[in-house]
């Protein structure tokens, strides 16, 4: 049984000797799909919970009526109300918020375009199984363009300083 729930041991690997793995790379090439649809889940989540909590923020500054239509609706997206000009803020906010989310959950420069990009696929889905048609608005596809742009761009800029860091040869003992 317990060999069963042992994932290392079934699928032939040491998740402790990855420096000797693939040739000398610091991480494995191994495909995990548990893994990643683990972050896939996380980083749908946090988009939807920062989203509302970055459009409840804004909506109480700017006095506009609370909805949670305004997440999946392309009607509240545009800039010719305060209140479309409002949500474009909050899912800009939200972007660069999930982009320190995908930092801390994906920490792999390679996939902050495949995990912005999933996101915001999910949130389209969201939206077509809400309002039962196709976004067709031009703020809609803009507004979320751009945010995929964002949160790709800041993501990559994180993970690359992260992935870029010196690593002490000498001196004192670290523990890496």
């Not at 923020?57 to 305004?70: A, E, M, P, T, W």
Request: with cysteine.
């Amino acid at each position: 049984m317990l060999k069963l729930f042992n994932r290392e041991r079934m699928w032939g690997r040491n998740r402790t000797s990855t420096s000797s793995m693939a040739g000398g790379h610091f991480r494995s090439n191994l495909w995990d799909p548990v893994l990643i649809v683990a972050q896939i889940c996380t980083m749908q989540a946090a988009f939807y919970f920062c989203l509302g909590i970055w459009i409840f923020f804004l909506d109480v500054i700017g006095r506009f009526d609370l909805s949670l239509d305004q997440m999946f609706t392309q009607s509240d997206l545009g800039l010719y109300e305060d209140s479309g000009r409002t949500n474009i803020i909050a899912y800009s906010l939200n972007s660069l918020t999930c982009a320190f989310i995908m930092w801390y959950v994906v920490g792999r420069t390679k996939q902050c375009l495949d995990f912005a990009a999933t996101v915001h696929l999910g949130h389209f889905i969201g939206c077509w199984v809400v309002n039962g048609y196709v976004p067709q608005t031009f703020w809609w596809w803009m507004t979320n363009g751009i945010c995929v742009g964002l949160m790709t761009i800041l993501g990559e800029f994180l993970c690359m300083r992260s992935e870029m860091k010196a690593i002490p040869l000498m001196g004192q003992k670290v523990d890496l």
